[in-house]
């Protein structure tokens, strides 16, 4: 009997870990997406947009394997989410208007990516046994740094960094994950609430409208910071 149950327990595992799997692919193919229309929008050529693709579907990964030293990076011990995310590519640079023409739809399951992705940082930085916020940063990154490095290369300011309440639900969910290990959940459903936590309130504020403050006070221009700079020096150069 206890035989055949620790039989059930492993064979449960894997189920469970090949769902997680088969998210984890679903969420690299809509980060691709998202990554390629950057591209088409951009209007770069047909490698370019492959390559926006790539790094925004598997650069987060990518990042937090450095960070955590897990090497060779998941990316390329496993071809599938490069190749996804290339194929996603090529799908989008002679699709691009029609997928562009449903957005919206591309929006909510960027949401499911978002979460998908924060569970399985922080789940990867416990396996290897990281602090807390190192978790946290390990899901945050994840979900976040393949769009930050899009950004960086298409010359604009990340938007994770700006006013969009999209890092945030991310860390939300990843703080609710730390608080879910204290209890005596499997992995699989602290992975789900996690993953539903980020999706809901990324939802929740697409549909609201809701946004981070944004810093709105008016400082001089750098060319006016090192004038009076400069201008200051001289004072006290004359004084």
Same mark, same amino acid.
């Given at each position: 009997?206890?035989?055949?149950?620790?039989?059930?327990?492993?064979?449960?595992?894997?189920?469970?870990?090949?769902?997680?799997?088969?998210?984890?692919?679903?969420?690299?193919?809509?980060?691709?997406?998202?990554?390629?229309?950057?591209?088409?929008?951009?209007?770069?050529?047909?490698?370019?947009?492959?390559?926006?693709?790539?790094?925004?579907?598997?650069?987060?990964?990518?990042?937090?394997?450095?960070?955590?030293?897990?090497?060779?990076?998941?990316?390329?011990?496993?071809?599938?989410?490069?190749?996804?995310?290339?194929?996603?590519?090529?799908?989008?640079?002679?699709?691009?208007? /029609?997928?562009?023409?449903?957005?919206?739809?591309?929006?909510?399951?960027?949401? %499911?990516? %978002?979460?998908?992705?924060?569970?399985?940082?922080?789940? /990867?930085?416990?396996?290897?046994?990281?602090?807390?916020?190192?978790?946290?940063?390990?899901?945050?990154?994840?979900?976040?740094?393949?769009?930050?490095?899009?950004?960086?290369?298409?010359?604009?300011?990340?938007?994770?960094?700006?006013?969009?309440?999209?890092?945030?639900?991310?860390?939300?969910?990843?703080?609710?994950?730390?608080? %879910?290990? /204290?209890?005596? %959940?499997?992995?699989?459903?602290?992975?789900?609430?996690?993953?539903?936590?980020?999706?809901?309130?990324?939802?929740?504020?697409?549909?609201?409208?809701?946004?981070?403050?944004?810093?709105?006070?008016?400082?001089?221009?750098?060319?006016?910071?090192?004038?009076?700079?400069?201008?200051?020096?001289?004072?006290?150069?004359?004084?």
């Amino acid at each position: 009997m206890d035989k055949w149950f620790d039989s059930a327990s492993i064979a449960g595992m894997d189920i469970a870990q090949n769902i997680i799997y088969l998210f984890d692919l679903f969420g690299t193919i809509i980060f691709a997406i998202t990554g390629a229309v950057k591209g088409v929008r951009c209007k770069l050529d047909f490698l370019g947009v492959i390559v926006f693709a790539c790094t925004v579907g598997c650069g987060g990964g990518m990042l937090r394997d450095v960070l955590i030293g897990c090497t060779p990076v998941a990316a390329f011990s496993n071809g599938a989410y490069i190749t996804v995310s290339a194929l996603t590519g090529l799908v989008v640079f002679f699709c691009a208007p /029609k997928i562009a023409n449903r957005w919206n739809v591309i929006v909510y399951c960027d949401a %499911l990516g %978002l979460g998908v992705f924060t569970a399985i940082g922080v789940a /990867k930085g416990a396996q290897y046994g990281i602090g807390p916020v190192g978790q946290l940063l390990c899901g945050v990154f994840t979900a976040v740094g393949g769009g930050v490095v899009r950004d960086i290369m298409s010359k604009s300011v990340p938007v994770v960094l700006t006013s969009d309440f999209y890092a945030t639900a991310s860390l939300a969910g990843g703080l609710l994950y730390l608080l %879910l290990e /204290k209890t005596p %959940l499997p992995l699989f459903a602290n992975f789900l609430i996690c993953t539903v936590t980020v999706v809901a309130l990324r939802i929740l504020a697409v549909a609201n409208h809701i946004h981070l403050p944004v810093a709105n006070v008016r400082l001089p221009d750098e060319d006016d910071w090192r004038l009076f700079h400069g201008h200051s020096r001289r004072e006290q150069h004359g004084n």
